[in-house]
């Protein structure tokens, strides 16, 4: 409860992901602090702040909660050997180009591994792993991504591919071989929602070329984007592997954006078989890409 609180800020917000109520989540860390004999958290109005004797406490607990959950591990390998489900998380476009090949390879491979796929944002599959509700999440790099040397996570890359302009066919710059991004200073554009980390990407890489684009269209489906963009509401940047062909795709010149595409575990479940397995697989699909 009090990783939960201290990952989410406020009691509320954890005791929803832990599925308690706030009064429970609240009893229970008055109840740690009475077993420490310390104070943890510090009142402030209606808001905790944990205090230095809690934080100190905190350095310790992924250590007690990995340990926790490798044990658990351990005799769940040991009561059903290498049977088990995998939990991956990740963005529409890595389900199609990269989990669903990999399930198709597993069911071959491995067939006691039993792959359960849920859809998540790349901002959102990180905090569904550390939440404990997924295995494996794929996510995308980007200003809100854990730091590299996090104790929680193990990190391995999987591939990274570039952004491209997409313009409807009437525009002015469909017929060039390539798009300098201030070209499309003066147009519409079509951005994912905020909070996407694609709009951060791409926000940026408009900045860096002295432009703020006028945003009139948003979506978080690039099928959608190019939709709208052939149909002449505006122009967009989307990941080259995710676009359809629906609008005129011309690549950037230098600097070119790129998204990158990592796997993200927790310490606690790195060296499990399954999911060894399941990100050995997913690694050999995205080499391909």
């Not at 998540?120 to 730091?147: F, K």
């Not at 940026?204 to 489906?221: K, M, N, T, W, Y």
């Not at 999911?275 to 890409?289: D, R, Y």
Request: proline content about 7%.
């Amino acid at each position: 409860m009090l990783r939960a609180l201290a990952d989410h800020g406020t009691v509320t917000a954890a005791a929803e992901v832990l599925h308690l109520t706030p009064s429970a989540v609240s009893q229970q860390l008055a109840a740690l602090e009475s077993e420490v004999g310390q104070e943890l958290l510090e009142r402030r109005g209606r808001r905790v702040a944990i205090t230095s004797a809690g934080r100190l406490l905190l350095a310790h607990t992924d250590t007690i909660l990995t340990e926790v959950e490798r044990a658990e591990d351990a005799m769940r390998l040991h009561a059903n050997g290498a049977n088990g489900e995998v939990r991956v998380t990740a963005f529409a476009t890595a389900i199609s180009l990269l989990v669903a090949p990999a399930l198709a390879r597993l069911r071959e491979t491995n067939p006691g591994l039993d792959l359960v796929i849920r859809d998540a944002e790349g901002h959102q599959g990180i905090t569904q792993l550390l939440d404990g509700d997924a295995d494996i999440a794929i996510a995308v790099e980007h200003r809100g991504s854990p730091r590299p040397d996090d104790q929680r996570l193990v990190r391995i890359p999987l591939y990274a591919e570039p952004f491209v302009a997409v313009l409807p066919p009437s525009h002015p710059a469909a017929s060039a071989d390539t798009i300098e991004l201030p070209m499309l200073a003066a147009d519409d554009w079509v951005m994912p929602s905020p909070g996407n980390p694609i709009r951060d990407v791409v926000l940026l890489a408009c900045e860096q070329a002295g432009f703020q684009p006028r945003v009139v269209h948003q979506s978080d489906d690039f099928r959608a984007v190019a939709a709208l963009v052939a149909a002449g509401g505006g122009v967009s940047l989307v990941p080259r592997l995710a676009v359809p062909t629906l609008a005129v795709i011309r690549p950037l010149t230098e600097p070119v954006p790129t998204r990158r595409v990592y796997a993200a575990v927790r310490q606690s479940r790195a060296d499990h078989p399954l999911v060894t397995a399941t990100l050995a697989v997913l690694t050999e699909v995205a080499e391909k890409l």
